[in-house]
């Protein structure tokens, strides 16, 4: 597979920070990603009403972290991971206004990352596992997630997916989600998204990540939204 280097990426991410801060907005590539980023905070706020200690991971401009911070009153320490540190500083301005706890800095891959194991309440992972690539790959990064957290504690995810039989993903991804990128603007830009997803990510199927969460540790899994190739789902460890 000749697929993007994280080095390429990180280039991409850098020069599109300000598409990334519009929390009206979202990524408006990404189906429902303005309701996926309410429902996952409602839920967190909701099940962690005194979180101390949250990893995001991809955090992009912080758009999660500010929105979740919105809603809590805990206070909590917010750990901000991303392969880009424009990217990064502008969450770190965005989130500081929004917390008394400690804001921490990881600029990198959270796959190679020095993080404490058994600490977090909270991780979110939005619009980021898509770059994992072979079966070892995600096996590893799911199980390392899982040991980043305290008992107890619960992953969020929300990423682009793909369908396991073929002709589905060729009428949910190609045809379906064409369409809505066709009426975004154009099929020249349709096509711009689909070569870009093509060149940088390997996503697998929602039903292949539920069972890998329950594979390495994940006590219970949960569907919270799914519409086209774009998901929302969570694992409480």
């Known amino acids: 597979m000749n697929k993007a280097t994280l080095q390429e990426i990180e280039t991409r991410f850098d020069n599109d920070v300000e598409r990334f801060s519009n929390l009206e907005t979202g990524q408006a590539t990404t189906l429902d990603a303005v309701w996926n980023m ?13 979180a101390q200690n949250i990893l995001d991971i991809g955090c992009g401009a912080g758009n999660y972290d500010v929105k979740l911070l919105q809603k809590l009153q805990s ?4 750990s901000l991971l991303d392969l880009s540190q424009p990217m990064l500083n502008r969450a770190k301005e965005r989130v500081g206004k929004l917390t008394n706890g400690e804001i921490h800095l990881i600029k990198g891959d959270f796959r190679a990352a020095a993080l404490e194991e058994n600490k977090f309440d909270v991780i979110i992972a939005t619009s980021v596992l898509h770059h994992l690539r072979d079966d070892n790959d995600w096996e590893n990064a799911f ?3 899982f040991r980043l957290l305290r ?6 995810i929300f990423d682009l997916i793909e369908q396991n039989n073929e002709q589905l993903q060729k009428l949910i991804y190609r045809e379906k989600y064409g369409e809505y990128l066709t009426n975004l603007k154009d099929e ?6 689909f070569d870009y997803i093509e ?5 697998r199927s929602l039903i292949y990540q539920l ?10 899994v949960d569907v919270l939204h799914k519409n086209l190739c774009f998901a929302s789902y969570m694992g409480f460890k």
């Open 38 to 50: 309410e429902l996952i905070t409602d839920a967190i706020v909701s099940l962690y009403p005194n």
């Open 75 to 78: 206070n909590p320490n917010v």
């Open 143 to 145: 199980s390392k997630l």
């Open 151 to 156: 008992t107890g504690g619960s992953l969020w």
């Open 188 to 193: 020249q830009y349709r096509d711009h998204v």
């Open 199 to 203: 060149h940088e990510d390997t996503p």
């Open 211 to 220: 069972n890998l969460l329950t594979q390495v540790g994940f006590k219970n």
